[in-house]
């Protein structure tokens, strides 16, 4: 479960958690005319288990201290630009 916890000073620590899986679908599908797409889409909402495989799993895991600066000065961006100039030559 991710959570955000306000702390004294500014400070906000985070726990974020995150989990992904991607399944195949295991029948050969073709892929129809644009028009189609929307439909194809909806079609391929299959609950039969026996036509998806799983394929890859990710879960993330991460925790964090912040502590926000709201001063004024915080509050201005000034950022050199110059070498995005150089990379584009």
Not at 6 to 24: A, E, P, Q
Not at 25 to 37: G, R
Not at 65 to 70: A, C, N, T
Request: glycine letters at 2%; charged letters at 35%.
């Amino acid at each position: 479960m991710s959570s955000i916890r306000f702390k004294d000073g500014n400070r906000v620590d985070v726990d974020l958690h995150l989990g992904c899986s991607v399944w195949l679908y295991k029948e050969s599908v073709e892929i129809p005319l644009i028009q189609d797409f929307m439909n194809f889409i909806v079609d391929l909402y299959d609950e039969d288990e026996e036509k998806w495989e799983k394929h890859r799993s990710v879960y993330i895991s991460m925790r964090s201290m912040l502590e926000l600066d709201f001063d004024e000065s915080a509050k201005k961006f000034d950022f050199d630009f110059d070498w995005v100039n150089t990379l584009a030559k």
